[in-house]
């Protein structure tokens, strides 16, 4: 009797401590290492109070030191990995074996490669990429490239990137302003504005012998 007593209470007291537990649907019940389960995260580019954050790692010791750059070697959400090759010249060359991640790209996404090709390129190359932008133009930037000319035309998408990215001759770099991934981009919108290639013309194998013609109506003389 005792022993059924023993359980029976048992039993009471843990309905009362999860009737107790979920009485209020706003409060948890009790959270095991809450730090853990609750941590103080900040956002990377948020505010934070300057009298007790600081980003200068010789105030560190006074405040609490918070760096909101990326981790180093981290990619952010949705971007591209990097460009394989460094600035330098045997690398440009090479930068025409890359390939362009994006086979061809949707109507929508065509259209904003345009947009951002009139904002950060047209300038210059113009609006359809024949090298009269308003800059090209002026006359106080020489050697405006014409991207319809058969040179671009022929230039591999690799070393297209190459020169968004880190410059070439008197156009500078535009990684800060653009993402890599409209880079690519704007590259397959510049295709849509160059003449189509034409196919290369069909030429005989070298070291054969074409077979001679005969005219069917002179008979073989014996």
């Given at each position: 009797?005792?022993?059924?007593?023993?359980?029976?209470?048992?039993?009471?007291?843990?309905?009362?401590?999860?009737?107790?537990?979920c009485d209020s649907k706003r409060e948890p019940g009790k959270v095991y290492m809450p730090d853990m389960a609750y941590s103080r995260a900040y956002e990377?580019?948020?505010?934070?109070?300057?009298?007790?954050?600081?980003?200068?790692?010789?105030?560190?010791?006074?405040?609490?030191?918070?760096?909101?750059?990326?981790?180093?070697?981290?990619?952010?959400?949705?971007?591209?990995?990097?460009?394989?090759?460094?600035?330098?010249?045997?690398?440009?060359?090479?930068?025409?074996?890359?390939?362009?991640?994006?086979?061809?790209?949707?109507?929508?996404?065509?259209?904003?490669?345009?947009?951002?090709?009139?904002?950060?390129?047209?300038?210059?190359?113009?609006?359809?990429?024949?090298?009269?932008?308003?800059?090209?133009?002026?006359?106080?930037?020489?050697?405006?490239?014409?991207?319809?000319?058969?040179?671009?035309?022929?230039?591999p998408d690799g070393q297209m990137f190459y020169s968004i990215t880190y410059g070439k001759n008197d156009m500078g770099s535009y990684a800060s302003q653009?993402?890599?991934?409209?880079?690519?981009?704007?590259?397959?919108?510049?295709?849509?504005?160059?003449?189509?290639?034409?196919?290369?013309?069909?030429?005989?194998?070298?070291?054969?012998?074409?077979?001679?013609?005969?005219?069917?109506?002179?008979?073989?003389?014996?």
């Amino acid at each position: 009797m005792k022993r059924i007593t023993y359980i029976t209470a048992i039993l009471v007291a843990g309905v009362a401590i999860s009737v107790a537990s979920c009485d209020s649907k706003r409060e948890p019940g009790k959270v095991y290492m809450p730090d853990m389960a609750y941590s103080r995260a900040y956002e990377s580019y948020a505010a934070h109070d300057s009298a007790l954050f600081t980003m200068d790692p010789n105030d560190k010791g006074a405040k609490i030191f918070y760096n909101s750059m990326p981790a180093a070697g981290t990619i952010k959400r949705g971007e591209l990995f990097p460009f394989p090759l460094a600035k330098d010249t045997n690398n440009y060359k090479i930068a025409g074996t890359v390939k362009n991640p994006f086979d061809s790209l949707s109507k929508a996404d065509l259209t904003e490669a345009g947009r951002l090709f009139n904002i950060n390129c047209a300038i210059c190359h113009g609006e359809k990429a024949t090298g009269n932008g308003p800059l090209g133009t002026s006359g106080k930037i020489g050697a405006i490239a014409n991207l319809t000319l058969d040179q671009y035309v022929n230039m591999p998408d690799g070393q297209m990137f190459y020169s968004i990215t880190y410059g070439k001759n008197d156009m500078g770099s535009y990684a800060s302003q653009l993402t890599r991934a409209q880079r690519w981009s704007i590259i397959k919108y510049v295709r849509t504005l160059q003449p189509k290639k034409e196919a290369a013309a069909a030429t005989p194998a070298t070291g054969t012998a074409s077979p001679a013609k005969t005219d069917s109506a002179t008979a073989k003389k014996g």
